[in-house]
């Protein structure tokens, strides 16, 4: 229910997907929702339903590779990608034997059909226990309401790549190939109903630049086309018939961070560097070949961590090594001479692949503690040699380094690096062009790599702290599961200790140690970080700049004193304070902007 005031004001809360205010008329979509019957046919027509399948399948194909095309054109390959996973579904063998079954032996139509059988896959997948797949039903959806309005002869009842007016889109659920057409001139925001984070809708508002707000719950049933409504994508917030007052305190906010960003701007090329003169390497994490120019518009000193997994979700074929090495090269070549750190596959968790070849016959009770990652890898050797020479091969355009994830014990470790002799040998022998001292570096993200950190330092160029799964695996809370989240605690005294016994073990050996994980994005816990001694922070590109700025506020002095009181403290929430204080005296400006 949303939250009322007197002056006839409503506020609704969701999740914010993509930053951004927006104030506008609303225009509701979905609500005309075509309604479907069973439709018996006789024996004889069964045939030419079948027939009426084909062809709206064929359709449907046609039309979905028009709009990759399009999106391509628009937005490049990248969101486009979206739409092969929308192909796959009209592929699904399963999907498409239930479908042909139903129409044969209940003698229905194949609109009625092909709806049935695609809500049955839908259901199942919504009551799985995975965030991932859950969120794969809206492309399900999506696909199988254009099959239906295909065979219905309907056209789409808005057509939201042509809007006359400006708007606030609201919807249930707005799908992917909705979004990616929405005319970015005319939607100013939207807002739906259901959806996550990680949803290809979420995505696409991000790449689109669209504010966002998903998991309204069922606002699209209380809110009505022409209303007035303001859109917070920082927030979550969806105000209603907003009162003047509340546009004013906007418009104020909307100024602040105006002159915020412009002293980002100013910055953009001096370096990370406290005002006592300590400098840390600020670098950014990135999952696809194009992420290059990103990294250098928000000002980063090239890759902390090049999330390659990316490149093998969504997709049925594994992408062979010269796809891959195309992907390595072009990131390393746009950042030359910046470092460029290429983690291998970390496959596994929640990041699951739909690849043939790749041995799934059970899902596993705890993929975090399973089949993941250097195991994967590991195990799946001729996969991984593929990856390894296509980043060796990169290593000649720039200047990459290696990184392996989830190290857990120095036999990981050991065998990885035996991996990597034998495919540098390969080259050699060859006479492909390849780093011969490229440097490689781990991951210490389990504890037990922290407990073996001296024995792991003496091995590699650098260490990588990935806090989010070191948070999770020390203090046994899944990262996934909301239920929990209160428990996912990043100044837990135990965490902050973790993360000095590896700082330590690093700089003992005259090796450099950073931090990928989230927290490195976290305005409050900088000056626990830099404290602790760590030397880089590698964070999301969008986030660089409000994270630079924190830094040239701080003094490296009081981070130390800060985190010497961290280490001897047993209070999580008063570390935490004490840190956000230090943030709030130094960049008062900071959290008064909408910037973070
Ligand atoms: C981490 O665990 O902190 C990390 C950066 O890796 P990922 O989030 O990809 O598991
Ligand atoms: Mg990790």
Redesign the pocket.
């Known amino acids: 229910m949303p939250e009322r005031t007197a002056m006839g004001e409503a506020t609704f809360r969701g999740i914010p997907v993509s930053a951004g205010v927006c104030v506008g008329k609303i225009l509701v979509l979905g609500q005309q929702r075509v309604q479907i019957e069973r439709q018996a046919v006789p024996e004889e027509d069964v045939p030419r339903q079948l027939e009426r399948l084909e062809q709206g399948l064929l359709a449907t194909r046609q039309q979905l590779h028009d709009i990759q095309h399009q999106v391509t054109q628009a937005m490049g390959a990248k969101d486009a990608s979206i739409f092969e996973a929308h192909v796959l579904v009209l592929d699904d063998p399963t999907l498409l034997e239930g479908v042909t079954r139903m129409i044969a032996d209940e003698k229905v139509t194949a609109e009625w059909a092909f709806h049935v059988v695609a809500e049955r896959f839908a259901n199942t997948l919504e009551s799985l226990p995975d965030d991932y797949l859950r969120e794969r039903v809206a492309d399900l959806r999506d696909v199988a309401g254009r099959v239906v309005n295909n065979l219905l002869g309907h056209e789409e009842a808005v057509d939201v790549a042509n809007l006359k007016a400006p708007c606030v889109v609201i919807a249930h659920d707005l799908a992917p190939s909705t979004t990616a057409r929405l005319d970015k001139k005319m939607v100013l925001g939207f807002g739906t109903d259901v959806g996550g984070k990680t949803s290809h809708t979420a995505i696409m508002a991000r790449s689109l630049r669209i504010p966002a707000v998903v998991g309204l719950q069922n606002v699209s049933h209380q809110i009505h086309t022409g209303q007035t409504v303001l859109l917070d994508g920082f927030t979550g917030l969806v105000i209603l018939n907003p009162t003047d007052q509340t546009l004013f305190q906007y418009g104020q906010i909307e100024q602040r961070q105006k002159s915020f960003e412009e002293r980002l701007r100013e910055i953009h090329d001096q370096p990370a560097v406290t005002l006592d003169g300590a400098q840390i390497t600020l670098s950014a994490?990135v999952e696809e070949a194009t992420d290059g120019a990103e990294v250098k518009l928000a000002g980063g000193e090239g890759v902390g961590?090049f999330?390659t997994?990316f490149l093998f979700l969504n997709r049925s074929t594994l992408p062979s090594e010269e796809e891959q090495y195309q992907a390595y090269r072009q990131v390393a070549a746009d950042l030359k001479p910046a470092p460029v750190i290429i983690?291998t596959l970390?496959l596994g968790?929640d990041?699951l692949p739909n690849l043939v070849g790749i041995a799934q016959d059970t899902a596993e009770m705890n993929p975090f503690l399973g089949w993941r990652?250097i195991r994967f890898c590991l195990q799946e050797s001729a996969i991984f040699r593929a990856q390894l020479r296509a980043i060796l091969r990169a290593s000649a355009e720039g200047n990459v380094k290696l990184m392996y994830?989830?190290i857990s014990g120095l036999e990981e470790l050991t065998q990885s690096n035996e991996l990597v002799e034998q495919c540098k040998a390969e080259l050699r022998t060859a006479g492909v062009p390849f780093d011969e001292n490229i440097e490689i570096g781990a991951?210490i993200?389990i504890p037990s790599a922290v407990m073996i950190a001296d024995s792991l330092a003496k091995r590699v160029k650098f260490f990588?702290?990935?806090?989010?799964?070191?948070?999770?695996y020390t203090l046994a809370v899944d990262?996934l599961n909301e239920k929990i989240a209160y428990l996912y605690d990043p100044t837990h005294p135990a965490v902050l200790r973790l993360i000095k016994h590896t700082v330590d073990a690093a700089h003992r050996h005259g090796i450099w140690a950073g931090?990928?994980?989230?927290?490195a994005s976290d305005p409050a816990i900088v000056p626990l970080l830099l404290g602790l001694g760590v030397d880089e922070l590698?964070i999301t590109p969008p986030l660089v700049p409000p994270i630079k700025y924190i830094v040239r506020r701080l003094k490296l002095a009081e981070c130390q004193e800060l985190a010497r009181f961290a280490l001897e403290c047993e209070s999580s929430a008063e570390i935490l304070a004490r840190s956000q204080g230090i943030v709030s005296r130094a960049a008062p400006d900071l959290f008064g902007s909408l910037a973070l």
Do not use: F, H, Y
């Not at 990588?464 to 999770?472: A, P, R, V, Y």
């Not at 931090?515 to 927290?519: A, K, L, Q, T």
């Open positions: 994490n961590l999330r997994e983690r970390d968790g990041k990652a994830p989830m991951m993200e990588s702290i990935g806090t989010n799964d070191l948070i999770q990262r931090i990928c994980g989230e927290i590698s």
